[in-house]
């Protein structure tokens, strides 16, 4: 989306891998009982709805990116529904958990309060796992935010510095108040947007509006004599250049070295699946699960945000992302895949929330999550690097930070105005 921003504004030549614009966030759809995968719904409405890498929400955003995006789609607003999913006591906890310790037991909530206070007198630790603990104090962190943060950060959990604070906020006295009364919502993603003609349907109308090359999968770039070469084995010269690709694939391609290391990301396989509801099927967005046979931290659930996710607007059926963290730069097998596809049909069946399994596919995220060493300067080290030889690095992987959509854009306006 940084890419298509940036094209619009500038109309200069954006390059882009896939076949369709928007990269990871594009959709396909599938009907039951198919394996083919389509790049546009079916006149008949017969198939489920995806996206790749799962749901792409767009929150945070500003009065002006709004009516950007406005242009190319009416906009619904949605109240974020989500919660913390304990599968061993079939719990709900709404989110975030901190701020509704009134929905466990009143003695354990009680106990994870004062250790939570205590907490905030000790000095910041240095690691991820260790703010965790000293945030939240032994009885929450180990009922949830490090089982989960260890399948989030794909086992980093204490090898990264702790990060990007807003998605796991601390108010004490918020926490208080949720010891005995519903608490007020909190974090980043309160409400969020969603085009209701879908995502695909904006990057494809965002696209027209710019310059967009498909099929051009960047594999080398001479900052010297400023070519790009792609893996078609076309190429092409350029006067400026912005890069929305990750960090240390940006400096791969320029064949650009730093003396440290690269810091860490993690990767993602996303199962998207369709089927028929269970009797526990969750009225949630999306939910947080700290443990689970399948491997997986995150379910998102679709068809809870627009019935346009399944079939005909079926109120039997269900549309879900499920999402399990591995090391940077690994994959299953594809004989793997379609195991735990399995495993975890066969899990939400077990919790209730699925009763019949009717299409699925998966998709990756090579570069998912990334993360910071305690002390390490390699993001900052190769943003200049690259800023010198004159390479525009802009959106949320190739800055190296968590961002949505509605920031990434606001980069690629950035961007192309720089460059115009």
């Known amino acids: 989306m940084t890419g298509l921003a940036a094209s619009w504004v500038s109309g200069a030549a954006a390059f882009e891998a896939a076949m369709v614009p928007g990269g990871i966030c594009s959709s396909y759809y599938q009907r039951p009982g198919s394996t083919e995968l389509a790049v546009r719904d079916p006149e008949d409405g017969s198939a489920y709805h995806f996206e790749n890498g799962g749901g792409h929400w767009i929150f945070g955003i500003d009065a002006l990116t709004r009516r950007f995006l406005a242009r190319f789609s009416p906009l619904e607003t949605h109240q974020r529904v989500s919660a913390v999913y304990f599968p061993e006591a079939q719990r709900f906890v709404s989110y975030p958990l901190q701020y509704h310790l009134g929905e466990l037991e009143p003695s354990l909530a009680r106990q994870a309060f004062e250790e939570m206070r205590r907490g905030a007198e000790s000095p910041l630790p240095s690691t991820l796992g260790g703010w965790l603990e000293r945030t939240f104090g032994p009885t929450l962190n180990g009922l949830f935010f490090r089982p989960f943060h260890d399948l989030y950060t794909a086992g980093l959990t204490d090898a990264i510095a702790p990060q990007d604070g807003f998605k796991t906020p601390v108010d004490l006295k918020q926490a208080e108040r949720g010891l005995e009364s519903a608490s007020e919502a909190a974090g980043y993603n309160i409400s969020f947007l969603h085009p209701s003609r879908g995502l ?6 965002m696209a027209e509006g710019g310059c967009v090359m498909y099929g051009k999968r960047a594999v080398s770039a001479d ?16 006067e400026r250049v912005v890069s929305t690709l990750p960090l240390d694939r940006t400096l791969e391609l320029c064949g650009l070295e730093l003396d440290c290391a690269p810091d860490p990301y993690t990767s993602v396989i996303v199962l998207n699946l369709g089927g028929v509801k269970g009797p526990k099927h969750p009225p949630h967005h999306w939910l947080y699960v700290p443990r689970s046979k399948s491997g997986f931290h995150r379910v998102g659930i679709y068809s809870n945000v627009s019935r346009d996710f399944v079939p005909g607007r079926s109120v039997e059926r269900t549309s879900m992302y499920i ?15 379609a195991a735990w596809a399995e495993s975890v049909i066969e899990e939400l069946k077990a919790w209730g929330w699925l009763a019949g399994a009717e299409a699925w596919s998966a998709t990756w995220i090579d570069t998912a999550y990334t993360w910071r060493r305690p002390g390490s300067g390699w993001r900052e080290e190769a943003l200049e690097l690259l800023e010198r030889r004159g390479v525009v690095m802009a959106g949320r992987y190739a800055c190296w930070k968590f961002q949505g959509i509605a920031e990434s854009i606001r980069d690629g306006f950035i961007a192309g105005a720089a460059i115009k």
């Open 223 to 238: 900052l010297t004599g400023q070519t790009v070469e792609f893996g078609d084995g076309s190429g092409t010269r350029f």
């Open 323 to 337: 999402e399990r963290a591995l090391p940077g730069g690994s994959r299953l097998p594809k004989e793997d895949e």
């Open 200 to 205: 695909a349907h904006m990057a494809c109308a």
